[in-house]
């Protein structure tokens, strides 16, 4: 993962342009990856495709110095994302306004777009702005509006059934290592971690510019949008924060589930409520969609200080923490995928477990939290309603010992498919 | 409200008679008033309207002594509201189980009442009482039972939708200024509020003698009680204590999640759960009504010193307290005006707010708390069912910065009304 | 009580034979008892019923030395339940895995089972068996497993209505007082009690081997289970301990009601949630049945030192415990007669209880948590869905309270019965 978020880092994205094909072509080398598009002016629900961007160079020096106090080739988070060109001598006060600083973080460069507003700015340091004479500035940012295509990539793994996952990742940011490099990196393992096995599930990874991006999936794939029972939007998963995970506008859907027991398993992580602020979970927990979509992250947005500024380099990343999330998701997909309704086929009483082999044979003495325990709980839960996770929760038993019971239950023909 | 307060304070009130007219007159003064009547012995529900009852005057002294030990001319506390006549020489042991004290308030005169249950009786100090030498003394006691009415205060202020807002206080107490002139005076103020301005829902005001007032509208009103969709018992409303909100039957109905909102707003108040022992809201909330009515107070009945005793009196209510309440209960008619369901006309994804200038357009930078994010959850919540006290309730947001939102949204077309 | 725990300590009872046959007989003498029996190797539901089991002797002594080191002759409790029987010479080593002792509780013998597993084996203190030197040993068990009958007892006591409640308790434990000589005790004192009045409910008490006897009862009884409407399972009652219920799989059953409730006003107990081990409660909550049965002990099964061992012999358990607990039966069969859901037959506000000289007359003093409250409290809640028990609960008021206010209320044709 380190190898990939090292090769992206340097390219500077946006919500479209040469930055968002360059990212994909990368991801591409990896996984298979369908490369979508949509012509600048198409309407999508309430948005427009807009124009792509590209940012070929820019700097502030003083006025007849050639000396960059500023320089975009240092860092594209010097430049507005999405900034309109410019090429000018003017005041300091007259620039003030289309500089943007972190007067709380005052060696830290911002990270600021103005997308869908044309307006020009660059970022810098507190510590620039304040050391800037009052005097004449040239300030020249040199960027390409176009008409051309918004387009991100989309990973599909087929599943036995259509009933279907969805993993999103956004691509749009610059030179920022967590948010999203490491989700973007996370995402691409699990996606050979998914097709490494046969699966029951259908899964959609989409790696899409935040916000348009999911709204131009959500709008060109009606029938794959209505297959998806669960989902989460995954970012910031490099930091060395506990992870977060934020639940789905539903609160209680299956991948809040999920989440809760698995965190609660491993011992780690907090939950909190789903607030329609925030990444892609806004758009796909919207009221005309409504999915069973939450979101993962390791830090929470806006909470730590590195977030959205230059201190989320490469070095804010830790391979501990990446490996540990994937692990995590690994998981996630794992108990998505056993996680079923059953229906007890000996439901009167409790089967004989002891003639089927899979149970002691001595009376008066059993460990409470065994494996054992997990046959009786999915005995005795499974109505065709209830599903493991349920069960996990209620039990207290670990998910796994949950899964595992049923899988045995399965084999000795005592569970079956609800009608 | 002082004004009007002071002006009701002497009157001697009971559930009928001049004492009910002469309050009523005075109200009327104020507002436009309707005031039905129901004869003596009229069957309502399961009561029957009793006769009307005019005191007076009353005194005890030693019997061959004119000297006045209590004089009703002094505070018609002093008589037992609805006392029959009585001219009689006793002793005291005779006399002890008519004459009622408070052995723990042995300052305060209580008020006790008989409507149902013919019985003569006076009440005085403990201090009093226990000052009385053993012998005979004089009790006279001048009472008229007649036929007549039962007469209450009705204020009807017309919206543009049939759907009604309930508001009684009851008006049946003699000289107790808490319990319940505060009451009397903040709902007419309230009256005038509510009428200054055209209304989308229509306000009943009920100025009534207590159980029977209520029991007596109901049974006459079937089709303006079934219309009630909220309502308020309003009283004790002029102490210094915080404020009391005692839920409806229901429990979560309207009106309990608008004031649990609105004190959670101001910081102010505690929530109590309905109990069928109080004032009115044990009528309207009576499994052949079960309205969605609360209460309001400031303190407790039975749980200040002052309560039901000639400690309630014009010293013991504040204006400030008084006009706070009046304030609070404007809130309470301006949410309950603005509490509407809607349904997003945008609802898949987010609408473009940027585009309409609803937005802030330079991302990056969002204060969680401002009216933006009420946009974001309104969009989010609004789905036909969930009204906007529920979305500030889940928010967390002011009500007030949810009603705003929801207002731009509608001028811009996002939301509408549900089908 | 304590006659009956005395008189069946002796016995070596076991899931069948003789053992089950003495006790039930002992039963029979208090109170009438029909004896059903199935015979060995009769499928019911997913179990086969076993043969019978007798045990005629036991011992260990060092080969070629008649000195009985364990003998079954001083505690039935030295041979393995349903142990096979063995005659033979061997070593230490060979013999060690056949012995079983509690390295924890070193003087105790503990209680061991095998029943569905053909097996023998001893079981003595952890000190014997680490006084034993190495050498050849004698071990001896004369045990006799012989086609035959499972048999249990039933007591039904038929009320007038065919609304049942199911209590049952397990006879198969041979010599252990607590678990559970003190549940049989208490329940045929129950039997006596229920059987001492009219009822409105039919009782069905069962006496019988755990597991197998209630998978017994259930096969055989279909239209009995059908109609079982609350249930407890009874053991464990002679201890010192607290109460201890555990709840039905539904959680808010009936039974879990008043028994929370019941509990609540004696100020005793501890409520836990089910889990799908323990006693019988296994069977009758199984998704085929999930009936509202609950469990009644004192201490909980495995949580007590004293738990399937030697030390749970007469001396345990105390007769004013035995008492309680049969006090506390009876205050749930009281409770589960009374407990009904009413209809308000005065719905439309109050009806006036002080002209039906049920409430009193002098306004301006109640005691809130009087007998008075529960009038008002029934009368507001009686909508034909909720019954006493929640009434309790909600109000706060002690059952006994709710249901006197019921009766009283009934006797002034102020209640119903739901349509």
Redesign the interface.
């Known amino acids: 993962m380190r190898q990939l978020i090292e090769a992206l880092y340097p390219i500077c994205r946006s919500i479209t342009g040469p930055g968002v094909r360059a990212t994909l072509d990368l991801i591409g080398q990896q996984i298979d990856l369908d490369r979508p598009k949509l012509p600048t002016g198409t309407r999508i629900?309430?948005?427009t495709v807009p124009q792509e961007w590209e940012l070929t160079g820019a700097y502030l020096s003083h006025a007849g110095d050639d000396t960059r106090i500023v320089d975009a080739a240092e860092s594209n988070l010097h430049v507005?994302n999405f900034s309109t060109s410019v090429d000018a001598v003017m005041s300091l006060e007259e620039l003030r306004p289309h500089l943007h600083t972190l007067p709380d973080r005052p060696d830290c460069v911002?990270?600021?777009?103005?997308?869908?507003?044309p307006?020009w700015g660059l970022c810098l340091t507190d510590n620039q702005l304040n050391g800037l004479a009052e005097g004449d500035y040239r300030v020249r940012i040199d960027t390409h509006h176009r008409d051309g295509f918004l387009e991100w990539g989309e990973c599909t793994i087929e599943g036995s059934t259509r009933e279907t996952v969805l993993l999103t990742t956004h691509i749009c940011h610059p030179s920022l290592a967590n948010d999203n490099l490491s989700g973007i990196a996370v995402l691409t393992a699990l996606a050979k971690f998914i097709a490494s096995a046969p699966r029951r599930l259908t899964y959609k990874l989409l790696f899409i510019p935040g916000?348009i991006g999911?709204?131009g999936w959500?709008?060109t794939n009606p029938e794959a949008a209505a297959a998806v029972t669960a989902g989460l939007v995954i970012t910031g998963l490099g930091d060395t924060s506990d992870f977060t995970y934020k639940r789905s506008?539903q609160g209680d859907a299956t991948i809040d589930r999920v989440l809760e027991v698995l965190l609660r398993d491993r011992g780690q992580g907090q939950l909190i409520d789903f607030?329609?602020?925030g990444y892609d979970e806004?758009?796909f927990?919207?009221?005309?969609?409504?999915m069973g979509v939450g979101r993962l992250t390791r830090g929470v947005h806006?909470e730590y200080p590195e977030y959205?500024t230059s201190a989320d380099n490469l070095g804010f990343i830790q391979d501990e923490a990446l490996a540990e999330s994937l692990e995590l998701l690994t998981e996630v997909v794992e108990s998505l995928e056993s996680n079923r309704r059953y229906v007890?086929l000996?439901?009167?009483?409790?089967?004989?477990l002891?003639?089927r082999g899979i149970y002691s044979?001595?009376?008066?003495a059993?460990d409470?939290k065994s494996v054992e325990?997990g046959y009786?709980?999915v005995?005795?839960?499974?109505?065709g309603l209830t599903d493991l996770c349920a069960i996990a929760s209620r039990?207290g038993l670990a998910y796994s010992a949950v899964a595992t019971a049923a899988d045995r239950l399965k084999d000795h023909d005592l569970l079956g498919d609800p009608k």
Chains 1, 2, 3 share one sequence.
């Open positions: 629900h309430d948005w507005v911002p990270y600021r777009t103005s997308y869908y507003h307006a916000t999911s709204i959500l709008a506008q607030t329609p602020y806004r758009q927990c919207s009221p005309g969609y409504n806006g959205h007890n000996a439901p009167y009483g409790e089967p004989q002891g003639k044979s001595v009376g008066g059993i409470q325990m009786l709980w005995l005795n839960q499974s109505d039990s």
